[in-house]
């Protein structure tokens, strides 16, 4: 397996569709169009049967990094590939994603080719997003990702869809400079561009310790010095893809706009550039500066779940609500992040995945009912459940699990995430619990809303139920929401011993910068 | 002396040219001098592409023959060449070619030529002014077109304010320090102590003058003047073979004749950096003709390689060099596009022309996006590599600030970048756009944009470009 450079592939493949859906499919007929979808689904599906071959061959047991790919890049960079136990669960995601993706677009009908061929570059961006080992080329698919996204809302969105793709873009791009002025520091202070060292080679980014004494700047004394600073360069990008507050204002806007697909990317995925930033770059590499940090981020998720889900009560919009639920939810990513202790970090990890998973269920679902209505108005809707008892059932299941219930991977990811936190901030973990609360409020009011009472909208009698399609996209993700509820080691096996191996160094470091934690203190 | 070929050979041709074309000796090479002017400045482009290594003087160090030397005159002599291929068209459809344009073309860029590897200042000044001298006549070249007009008045004007200030420069720098070889200079101001105020004013005088014709803000006025007005050919061929050679002929001074006084000018290009990266970020919104557009484009993109060498360093020389050659050629690919706009037989250059071009010419709005793209700075095409690199130079050496401002310039320059492309793929067109496309035009928006794409994949390794770029700024500096 490897001289098949299987990750290359996998990164590689989708790109090529695009660029095979791009160039050589002519016309804009009801042939091509079906043709531009199928070939899309072909290549999103041979993606993720490919990506099963990474799992089957994947050892869990070993925190370092497999399938790494190395080769010279340009000028001294390097082209550097490979996955660890945190990686890996986001690369099966996205390779699952996908395909589901393609098929909730089934029913488009406009510029067809262009859609499936920006699906498919966004998969190649994303994929990369998770599996480059490089830090430049981490960016690289990082701000990649955001000029397919921009097009996909841009072009086939509803409402302020232009409003909506600038706003996402131009939040980003703030995090990106921040992002790449930090990178260019950390460049050109350790040597290398390289995440991590392999065979070969003198050290990577991971192995080098960032100067962390006080100094002053402007007057103000920055505590931990360097790391500080490119700690919140790094905070800023992530904080804005996550998103946390106050940083989230634009994904509303983009999730309302845009396209279902696209909003299944975006929350399903792309919001977990942040989260999985934070635990490749922040935490390893500027340990000191996360100690400084934590309790000002633990803090701000805090405020991001209590108020998110405050904002979540009084939407009037399925997919605006979902968005505040989404910032609601991962704040319980974040916080557990930067507690970072192994429940917390475990929490975190396996509430993103659970996320990821739920809210692509919701989309889905609101995209359903936008097909049949033509709105997402939660007013619009009203006793569903008599004429859509599978849809309904379906969609009970993903609220519930955002509330956390018990058996469902939602309850798992919150329960770990507060217990961490727990220990280092009981009163965050209260907190957070609280929001919890005002989570069953929204989630069990919205279901009324929509499924229950008595149908009374004209335009709704004749609705149908989902059909064979719809089900095809939505059961598989209902039947991950449990099985991953009851059986969570499936997926905390694989990132389980990355985690326990990161806090290992993370120890080390603290034991070796004694002088600071007692500072500190 | 190979260093010479170029200058000479351009210069030959040209006059040459001219004494047929004047005298009308052979009608069949009158009507072929765009090809042969064209065909000439290809091959000198390639010959010294690919000419010896090291570096020679001439005429007591008067004339320089190194990487850096040779790169900007494959460069310069590249631009030329294909603004003279794709601009025959184009001026045959407004019905203004005659002969004298190629020669005119070939001469401003015999001008450059010397100034780049020129080691004396007033050697330099000659260079930038029989350049200037055909460019000025090159924008007003369409006479029927009362915006040439003004173009070439402004251009004029403030260009003849740039060159007496570079002027004056050069006469306190001679009376600071007794000559006016950049080797003598040096010398002079290493052994003295301090830096004189003649001495420092000068210097600031030639900063400002170079400045101003590279058009670096805030001595950058006429640039989108002469953008709109002069014909689209003689813009595409100021904003690349010009605006870059002045650049480099800056490089030249300032790292060969005043690295002493380096803490003197290095905050100077800093300040021009940072001003002009803001300048063009704010003026290319709501800008609504494309070609102003790319005036403002072009402001910003000189700003960034002015932070390379407002860095001072070897890498940041050899990150503005590439970046010149980066963003010229996707100007290249970009101007190509715009020559072939017409409705009605007319040309037009609104951005709101340009909507709906994804669903008229869907191939040409991808190759128009990605050179987009590569002007905004955004991964994965080349423009995104020159920025990181010269970025990168400057933290490197310790200018986090400016690196910083820039960075928010590059935030805000985006969504001008960004607007081209909602425009072009979000907007429903009203009216058809027809595209005069010839072969040389699609050949050169297809290469740009091929090059800025597939030059960031591994394997290709960029095509030498930073390598060749990094040769230039060690010689330069030693």
Known sequence: MEDLKLLSLIVCLPLLGAALLAGVLRGDDAAAQLNAKRFALLITTATFFLSLFLLTGFDPENPDFQFVEDGAWLGGLRYKLGLDGISLPFLMLTAFIFPICVLASWSLATRVKEFMALLLVLESMIIGVFASLDIVLFFVFFEGALIPMFLLIGIWGGGQRVYAAFKFFLCSMVGSIALLIALAYMASDAGTTCIAACAGEAAGLLDHQFAFENFTLAGIEIVGGTQTLLWLAFFISFAVKTPMWPFHTWLPDAHAAAPIAASVVLGALMLKFGGYGFLRFSLPMFPVATDVMAAFAIALSLVAIVYASLVALMQEDLKRLFAYLSIAQMGFVTMGIFASNKQALDGAVFQMLSHGILIAGLFLCAGVLQNRSKSTEISAFGGLATRMPIFAGAMLLFILAVIGLPGTSGFVGEFLAIIGVFQVASWAAFGAALGLVISAGYGIWVYRRVFLGSLLKENLKQIRDIDGREAALILPLAVLVVALGVYPTAASDLFGPTIDAMLENLEEVRASTTDFAQFLQ | ?????????????????????????????????????????????????????????????????????????????????????????????????????????????????????????????????????????????????????????????????????????????????????????????????????????????????????????????????????????????????????????????????????????????????????????????????????????????????????????????????????????????????????????????????LSGLARLYPGQAALLGLLTLSLAGLPPVAGFFSKLLVLWATVEAGHLVVATLAGIAMIVGSFGYLWIIKVMYVDAHEETLDLQSGPFERIVLFGAAAVMLIGAFPLVGGFGVHEASQAAAAALIE
Not at chain 2, 94 to 106: Q, S
Not at chain 2, 144 to 171: D, N, T, W
Not at chain 2, 205 to 216: D, E, R, T
């Open chain 2, 1 to 353: 002396m190979n260093g010479l070929v170029p200058a000479l050979s351009t210069l030959i041709v040209g006059l040459s040219l001219y004494a047929i074309g004047q005298l009308s000796l052979a009608e069949r090479i009158r009507a072929l001098s765009t090809q042969i002017c064209a065909a000439v400045a290809l091959g000198l482009s390639v010959y010294v592409a690919s000419a010896s290594i090291g570096t020679d003087r001439a005429f007591s160090g008067a004339l320089i023959d190194d990487p850096l030397a040779r790169m900007a005159h494959s460069m310069i002599l590249g631009a030329t060449a294909v603004v003279l291929l794709i601009s025959k068209g184009f001026l045959i459809r407004r019905a203004v070619l005659n002969f004298e344009y190629p020669i005119l073309v070939l001469v401003a860029a015999a001008g450059t030529i010397v100034a780049v590897s020129s080691g004396n200042l007033l050697i330099t000044y000659v260079g930038l002014e029989l350049c200037a001298v055909a460019i000025y006549a090159l924008c007003a070249y369409n006479t029927r077109s009362p915006r040439a007009a003004e173009a070439a008045l402004k251009f004029v004007v403030l260009g003849g304010v740039a060159s007496s200030l570079f002027l004056y420069g050069i006469a306190l720098i001679y009376g600071a320090t007794g000559s006016i070889a950049l080797t003598d200079i040096t010398a002079a101001l290493a052994a003295e102590e301090g830096v004189g105020l003649i001495g420092g004013i000068g210097l600031l005088l030639v900063c400002i003058g170079m400045a101003s014709k590279a058009a670096m803000a805030p001595f950058h006025a006429w640039m989108p003047d002469v953008a709109e007005g002069a014909p689209i050919p003689v813009a595409a061929f100021v904003a690349t073979a010009i605006v870059a050679a002045t650049a480099i002929v800056l490089v030249r001074l300032l790292f060969q004749g005043f690295e002493p006084l380096m803490a003197v000018w290095r905050p100077v290009m800093l300040a021009l950096a940072s001003v002009s990266l803001a300048v063009s970020a704010i003026g290319m919104i709501g800008q609504t003709n494309l070609r102003r557009f790319l005036g403002y484009a072009l402001i910003g993109q000189l700003g960034c390689a002015a932070l390379g060498i407002g860095a001072g360093t070897e890498a940041g020389v050899a990150s503005a060099m590439t970046h010149l050659l980066v963003f010229g050629l996707a100007l290249l690919g970009l101007y190509a596009f715009l020559m072939t706009m017409e409705r009605d037989g007319q040309s037009v250059s609104k951005i709101s022309d």
